[in-house]
């Protein structure tokens, strides 16, 4: 299962009958215009399973976005047919089991070493990766477990030029005992790394109900995120007035602040789908 917990966080009759909702649309018929926009943007691919990638790389490419992601290592050259890219692929461990675990390390930098180079090849520029679950232990001894891991791997992506991003999640509503769920415990591991190549992916949804103050927290820490995800609060559905963000806003901020990565939406779609991505992508198009 893509996104490994898709089912958990949105329970399984609900995620039935909003995935299995989406069919396929023209791609013509889709197109917003230009995509003159300053940020690149890209597209969970976890929030579509029941469209096939083909269909949604086509549809997607139409309205501009440059990147389905959250992809394994099978998937990576459908979208390349579309000109797309995977701006962020699977990397090794889940949500739960991660990087906070010294007796998971061996496991993970394996996978690590396997996937970075097949990575780099590809041309994709970065790898996910978790800090796991807490399951009683403390935050400092997390930060430390994970460094010990981190630096393991480090070094290789820095020699291939990707990088590695943890992403920060909610442990509020959708993973409970989740422990990289603070932008200031990310930035300590960030540091405690020490590596160019280890930065943080800052999910806006799952900060806004962990933390709020998105915008001040983005400028206080922008030099430690290397990727971004969208989703409406509350609700993880689309990101339009239906819910508490303003995300033009939020766009323009890491326009201003010189970000030259990836905006990838994450949401799941109330409605029909593309017509809602294709919503986010003008959103978002600043």
Known sequence: MERREMLAVLGAA???????????????AMTT????????????RWCYQSMPLD???????????????????????????????????????????????????DRLVAESERLLPLIAAAGIPQMIVFSGNRAGMSDVQGIANCAVGLKRITPLAEKLGVTIIMELLNSKVDHKDYM??????GVELVKRV???????????????????DVIRTIRDNHTHIGHYH????????EIDESQELFYPRIMKALVELGFDGYVAQE??????PMTSLRQAFALCNV
């Open 267 to 272: 949401f799941i779609p109330a409605r029909d």
């Open 180 to 185: 990289c769920d603070h932008t200031a415990w």
């Open 33 to 44: 215009g230009d995509g003159a926009g300053k940020l690149k943007q890209s597209v969970c």
């Open 55 to 105: 269909v949604l790389s086509r549809n997607v490419a139409a309205m501009g976005f440059r990147s389905v992601e959250l992809l394994s290592e099978s998937e990576w050259p459908v979208v390349k047919q579309f000109g797309l890219t995977c701006a962020v692929a699977n990397g090794p461990g889940t949500i739960p089991v991660g990087f906070n675990r010294l007796d998971q390390h």
């Open 14 to 28: 609900s995620a039935a009958q909003v995935i299995g909702a989406v069919t396929p649309i023209v791609a013509d």
């Open 230 to 237: 969208t989703g409406g609060v509350p609700g993880r559905n």
């Open 194 to 212: 020490g590596s160019p190549r280890f930065k943080l992916l800052y999910d806006v949804y799952h900060m806004q109900i962990m933390e709020g």
